[in-house]
């Protein structure tokens, strides 16, 4: 611990501790580093845009399916409702004029 | 070449211009970048973002300000952004700490020895260094650029797009704010 004095001229000296400070110099092989990451990055927008495309094929693929399907149910069900309206519209037709019975009472 | 030259040549992709203007510039992006960070892989990874930047967006140069002025001004944010998302990664990581994950340590500033000080001033520019680390963004640029990158006030004032009166109250202030902490390292 120091006191005001102390610490104060010590606060002053460190201030100009940089005064006559050289630069840094940065590594030799930065523009080759540099070179290979601009060349990494121009790789990705390629591999993103396989991505997007596998993507939209699978969805492409995946609604092609989907509409198969419903089609395929949608018309066997349709059929199937159009037998039984016909079958439930004639035995109504038959009840309504008793020729479901198969006694005749003369 | 001129800085003319060099941009027309930049924005045409040319391959031999970039490299000229990475050995022309290298040396003031990575100092200034080290000033702020001061951390030696840092400082190279940030000046390596700082000329992507440049060959990507050359384009978008206005001829507003000198290129040597343009470059600094990217090299200042990219590293003011770069302390920011440290701090952040930092402060999540703490978050996370609290309920248990465990983390690696992501950013803890370590004393800095700054390759060009002189041997006699090695121990007290770590401690400057370190108080200047703590300094609001504003008062940091002024500073960092004028005693590291030796910059006049003219140069800073274009830096960072403010008037010279304006960059002479930052440096006051810095200075003012630098001795209060190193007093308060001293004293302690």
Redesign the interface.
């Known amino acids: 611990m120091k006191n005001t004095n102390d610490a104060e001229k010590l606060a002053e000296d460190t201030l100009k501790s940089l005064d006559n400070i050289e630069s840094a110099d940065a590594n030799d092989f930065i523009f080759t580093r540099i070179q290979n990451r601009l060349a990494a990055k121009q790789q990705v927008p390629v591999k993103e845009k396989l991505k997007l495309m596998y993507t939209l094929s699978a969805m492409l693929l995946f609604f092609i399916v989907v509409n198969i399907i419903s089609f395929n149910y949608l018309s066997t069900n349709t059929n199937a409702v159009n037998t039984r309206q016909k079958t439930s519209g004639l035995s109504a037709f038959a009840t309504d004029y008793n020729l479901d019975q198969n006694s005749y009472n003369y | 070449m001129s800085d003319q030259e060099l941009i027309n040549a930049l924005c045409e992709g040319n391959?031999q211009a970039f490299?000229l203007l990475?050995?022309t510039y290298?040396?003031?992006?990575?100092?200034t970048v080290?000033g702020f960070l001061q951390h030696f892989e840092n400082a190279?990874e940030v000046?390596?973002d700082v000329?992507?930047k440049i060959?990507e967006t050359i384009g978008s140069f206005k001829n507003q300000s000198k290129l040597s002025t343009w470059i600094y001004r990217i090299s200042v944010n990219e590293s003011l952004d770069f302390i920011r998302r440290a701090k952040r990664k930092k402060r999540f990581a703490m978050i996370t700490s609290l309920f248990g994950n465990e983390n690696e340590v992501l950013y803890q500033p370590v004393e800095f020895n700054?390759?060009?000080?002189?041997m006699e001033?090695k121990e007290?520019?770590a401690?400057?260094f370190k108080?200047i680390s703590q300094l609001p963004e504003k008062q940091k640029t002024a500073f960092v650029l004028q005693?590291?990158?030796h910059c006049s006030q003219q140069k800073i004032a274009e830096i960072m797009q403010l008037n010279e009166g304006a960059v002479e109250s930052l440096l006051t202030r810095a200075?003012t704010n630098?001795?209060k902490l190193?007093?308060n390292?001293?004293?302690?």
């Open positions: 391959q490299k990475v050995s290298k040396k003031s992006v990575f100092n080290l190279e000046t390596q000329f992507i060959f700054h390759p060009g000080v002189l001033n007290k520019a401690v400057l108080a005693k590291v990158e200075k630098l001795k190193l007093i390292y001293y004293s302690g």
